[in-house]
């Protein structure tokens, strides 16, 4: 079984200061990890993902992911936090990406809010 | 975006009643999934299907069902809604391995 911690439901940051969104994971198996994004009344949107190559993964607008094994952590970080950014945000994990093994466990979300 | 719509996008329904929600792709993959979404939950796994006729439960599978008998249409049906069924329903599909899911803009269900 796998599953999700996402610590902090609301984290809220000064636009320009750095964004940290801590996730961190139960897997049996090597996992595979996800970081979603959804604005208000839409879909999630993939920001990034980990497959077990580089440990450290870029995604779109500017936020990239560490995965630590030792410390089961996949951590969500932005250096420069910018107003657009305001949204709710999902970590994810599966146990891999064929059948039965590809279902995603969602984290609870973290909502992100950003002041001028 | 990934080719994926669901309808309808708002439903009222009364206790009791059948509901069926409807996802349909574009895209030809073979994996789809339902999830819900509920405050303080994130996303929770209802089922999905890893082919035409193939299908399994996810975390919260009692009182749903679902089909698939073709490759681009998911239903997803509630036999008899009831208010706990409330949510906002996500369609999500994904292709060839390695690549991630793509969630369509989900279904507002309300029972009243």
């Known amino acids: 079984a796998q599953s999700v911690t996402q610590l902090g439901s609301h984290v809220s940051v000064s636009e320009g200061a750095l964004v940290l969104l801590r996730c961190n994971y139960s897997?049996?198996?090597?996992?595979?990890l996800f970081w979603y994004v959804q604005y208000p009344n839409q879909g999630l949107q993939l920001l990034l993902k980990y497959t077990s190559a580089a440990t450290l993964v870029k995604g779109i607008n500017g936020f990239e992911a560490e995965f630590k094994k030792s410390e089961t952590s996949f951590h969500l970080t932005k250096p420069s936090a910018h107003m657009s950014d305001a949204a709710e945000y999902f970590c994810?994990?599966?146990?891999?990406?064929?059948?039965?093994?590809?279902?995603?466990?969602f984290g609870t979300g973290t909502r992100l809010q950003v002041t001028l | 975006d990934a080719g994926i719509t669901q309808s309808p996008r708002h439903k009222v329904t009364e206790t009791g009643t059948p509901v069926t929600l409807r996802c349909h792709q574009t895209?030809?993959?073979?994996?789809m999934y339902w999830y819900r979404q509920d405050p303080g939950h994130g996303l929770r796994l209802i089922h999905y299907?890893?082919?035409?006729?193939?299908?399994d439960k996810g975390e919260v599978s009692d009182g749903y069902s679902v089909s698939r008998s073709k490759t681009e249409d998911f239903l997803l049906t509630l036999e008899s809604a009831t208010s706990s069924q409330t949510s906002v329903y996500f369609c999500?599909?994904?292709?060839?391995?390695?690549?991630?899911?793509?969630f369509g803009n989900g279904t507002r269900l309300t029972v009243t």
């Open positions: 897997s049996s198996v090597p996992p595979y």
């Open positions: 895209e030809n993959h073979r994996y």
């Open positions: 999500a599909i994904r292709g060839p391995r390695g690549s991630p899911l793509h």
């Open positions: 994810a994990v599966s146990a891999g990406d064929t059948g039965t093994a590809s279902k995603l466990t």
């Open positions: 299907s890893y082919g035409v006729k193939d299908t």
